[in-house]
């Protein structure tokens, strides 16, 4: 066969080759065009570190969402028994009103803040009155007159916190309002710790401000007979009685679906006494101030021997009084110390920096969404979601110590997936809010799948990668 040097190849090859290539660009972008998100994986960098632990991209280990959460069988049964039995007049209106009120609700002014907004508006007030000064004036009346706007007006624009007192009409009304909401965030929660430290299983627990005694329900849902004690304290004898109820099923004679559990009205005295579990939800916005919500997370650290979880409404208020806590348990040294074992944030800070959250205009809360089935009334059928924040603070330290080369952030705000490319929202180990534009290309295939894969609320791998030696160079660059 007659060999041909490349200056000497016949035209009609060159044309021959010129063909093929175009019909192989043309098959190559009717490939690219029926599968978007397909990348050569020899252009693609390889992250240093395993992080999926063999697990499929949709449930990778940063995952602790749950899909739509429903209220165990019995207690929803025992809670529509109630209702119809019980029939409180206007129930839903009220349960309306209640959610609304508690969502609304801000914490108690403090006395320190409430005498500097007086003394700033005190001496405002003076410096408008010397400058309208025209002859003698009665200085005693003159300041009169000036404190008595000052009250005036501390009193049309400060917010007046007021304790709501749970008696068995006001108890019926919260079951109806918050039951499937509360269990939802709660369930949420916990579910932090069963995803992320598979090994733990408490065997008691202690719920402070129980209510109606969801936390109980939502841990059994996940530990089940693993508990052999639980004791519920709540101020309120009526809301105690109703969650009694709740546990018999609305039958005095029957045994209670969930065995091993106490309710109590003050907490235990001993501060040698822990709990594997504590947990305080939707309490801490029922005391007074800032210093009995540090005294009370004070106390509940005391008592806890893994883990201490408080959640709150997904509201300003509800997102720094979880700041708060953190700020006293992570920062407070005790005089008297019963365990030494220091406190780390375990869930859903990343990192122990000031929240970066907190310092940017404007200030915004971290919250986090459920969605959940409610309570079978009069208009309520559709799912519903509960907005919360949250902090869990262990003993125990990081359930497992992070590889080298990979750190997780918290998706702090809905994953928006896009064609071939994902935008994130997240708050990472570095104390630092971050907006990710996540790419097979840039971020390595694993990483991607699992950025499309994840939501809100959950924890995004973040990892480092090394380049693939082969360049690969387009027809445009050649």
Same mark, same amino acid.
């Given at each position: 066969?007659?060999?041909?040097?490349?200056?000497?190849?016949? $035209?009609? *090859?060159?044309?021959?080759?010129?063909?093929?290539?175009?019909?192989?660009?043309l098959?190559?972008?009717?490939?690219?065009?029926?599968?978007?998100?397909?990348?050569?994986?020899?252009?693609?960098?390889?992250?240093?570190?395993d992080?999926? !632990?063999?697990?499929?991209?949709?449930?990778?280990?940063?995952?602790?969402?749950?899909?739509? @959460?429903?209220? %165990?069988?019995?207690?929803?049964?025992?809670?529509?028994?109630?209702?119809h039995?019980?029939?409180?007049?206007?129930?839903?209106?009220?349960?309306?009103k209640?959610t609304?009120?508690?969502?609304?609700?801000k914490?108690?002014?403090?006395?320190?803040?409430?005498?500097q907004?007086?003394?700033?508006?005190? $001496?405002?007030?003076?410096?408008?009155?010397?400058?309208?000064?025209?002859?003698?004036?009665?200085?005693?009346?003159?300041?009169?007159?000036?404190r008595?706007?000052?009250l005036?007006?501390?009193r049309?624009?400060?917010?007046?916190?007021?304790?709501?007192?749970?008696?068995?009409?006001?108890?019926?009304?919260?079951?109806?309002?918050?039951?499937?909401?509360?269990?939802a965030?709660? /369930?949420?929660?916990?579910?932090?710790?069963? !995803?992320?430290?598979?090994?733990f299983?408490?065997?008691?627990?202690l719920?402070?401000?129980?209510?109606?005694?969801?936390?109980?329900?939502?841990?059994?849902?996940?530990?089940?007979?693993?508990?052999?004690?639980m004791v *519920?304290?709540?101020?309120?004898?009526?809301?105690?009685v109703?969650?009694?109820?709740?546990?018999?099923?609305?039958?005095?004679?029957?045994q209670?679906?969930?065995?091993?559990?106490y309710?109590?009205?003050?907490?235990?005295?001993?501060?040698?006494?822990?709990?594997d579990?504590?947990?305080?939800?939707?309490?801490?916005?029922?005391?007074?101030?800032?210093?009995d919500?540090a005294?009370?997370?004070?106390?509940?650290?005391?008592?806890t021997?893994?883990?201490?979880?408080?959640?709150?409404?997904g509201? !300003?208020e509800?997102h720094?009084?979880?700041m708060?806590?953190?700020?006293?348990?992570?920062? !407070?040294?005790?005089?008297v110390v019963?365990?030494?074992? %220091?406190?780390?944030?375990f869930?859903?800070?990343?990192?122990e920096?000031?929240?970066?959250k907190?310092?940017?205009?404007?200030?915004?809360?971290?919250?986090f969404?459920q969605?959940y089935?409610?309570?079978?009334?009069?208009? /309520?059928?559709?799912?519903?979601?509960e907005?919360?924040?949250?902090?869990?603070?262990?003993?125990?330290?990081?359930?497992?110590?992070?590889?080298?080369?990979?750190?997780?952030?918290?998706?702090?705000?809905?994953?928006l997936c896009?064609?071939?490319?994902?935008?994130?929202h997240?708050? *990472?180990?570095?104390?630092?809010?971050?907006?990710?534009?996540v790419?097979? /290309? $840039?971020?390595?295939?694993?990483?991607?799948?699992?950025?499309?894969?994840?939501?809100?609320?959950?924890?995004?791998?973040?990892v480092?990668?090394v380049?693939?030696?082969?360049? @690969?160079?387009s027809?445009?660059?050649?």
């Amino acid at each position: 066969m007659q060999q041909f040097t490349q200056a000497e190849t016949p $035209k009609h *090859c060159l044309v021959h080759n010129y063909r093929l290539n175009i019909i192989l660009n043309l098959y190559i972008w009717k490939f690219q065009s029926f599968f978007p998100n397909y990348v050569s994986s020899a252009s693609l960098p390889q992250p240093k570190v395993d992080f999926l !632990k063999g697990e499929l991209h949709r449930k990778h280990p940063g995952v602790t969402n749950l899909k739509t @959460v429903r209220l %165990p069988e019995q207690l929803q049964l025992a809670a529509q028994s109630i209702i119809h039995r019980v029939r409180v007049p206007q129930l839903v209106e009220r349960s309306q009103k209640l959610t609304s009120f508690l969502w609304s609700r801000k914490r108690a002014v403090e006395d320190l803040m409430l005498r500097q907004k007086a003394v700033s508006m005190e $001496k405002e007030l003076w410096e408008k009155a010397v400058q309208n000064i025209r002859g003698d004036v009665d200085e005693q009346l003159l300041e009169d007159r000036i404190r008595k706007k000052v009250l005036s007006e501390l009193r049309r624009t400060t917010y007046r916190w007021t304790p709501l007192k749970y008696d068995e009409d006001l108890s019926m009304v919260y079951m109806a309002a918050r039951l499937a909401g509360g269990y939802a965030a709660v /369930r949420r929660a916990l579910n932090e710790i069963k !995803k992320r430290d598979p090994s733990f299983a408490p065997q008691t627990l202690l719920d402070f401000g129980s209510g109606l005694g969801t936390v109980a329900w939502a841990s059994h849902s996940c530990w089940g007979d693993s508990l052999k004690e639980m004791v *519920c304290v709540d101020s309120s004898a009526a809301m105690n009685v109703l969650a009694e109820q709740l546990l018999k099923g609305d039958d005095e004679r029957a045994q209670p679906h969930i065995k091993h559990i106490y309710f109590r009205q003050f907490l235990p005295v001993s501060p040698k006494v822990q709990f594997d579990l504590v947990v305080a939800a939707f309490t801490l916005s029922e005391l007074l101030n800032a210093n009995d919500r540090a005294d009370a997370v004070t106390t509940l650290w005391r008592k806890t021997n893994s883990y201490l979880v408080l959640v709150e409404n997904g509201t !300003k208020e509800g997102h720094q009084m979880m700041m708060e806590a953190r700020d006293v348990l992570l920062k !407070k040294q005790e005089k008297v110390v019963h365990d030494s074992r %220091p406190a780390s944030v375990f869930a859903p800070c990343p990192h122990e920096m000031t929240c970066p959250k907190l310092a940017k205009e404007p200030v915004t809360p971290c919250n986090f969404h459920q969605r959940y089935h409610p309570l079978p009334l009069p208009g /309520r059928h559709e799912c519903q979601t509960e907005k919360f924040s949250y902090l869990i603070l262990s003993r125990t330290g990081s359930a497992e110590p992070t590889p080298e080369g990979l750190d997780w952030g918290r998706l702090i705000a809905p994953v928006l997936c896009r064609t071939r490319h994902v935008h994130c929202h997240v708050c *990472c180990s570095d104390g630092r809010l971050q907006h990710m534009v996540v790419t097979a /290309r $840039k971020h390595s295939r694993d990483m991607y799948r699992c950025a499309r894969n994840s939501e809100w609320g959950d924890q995004l791998p973040i990892v480092e990668y090394v380049e693939e030696e082969t360049e @690969v160079h387009s027809d445009s660059e050649s």
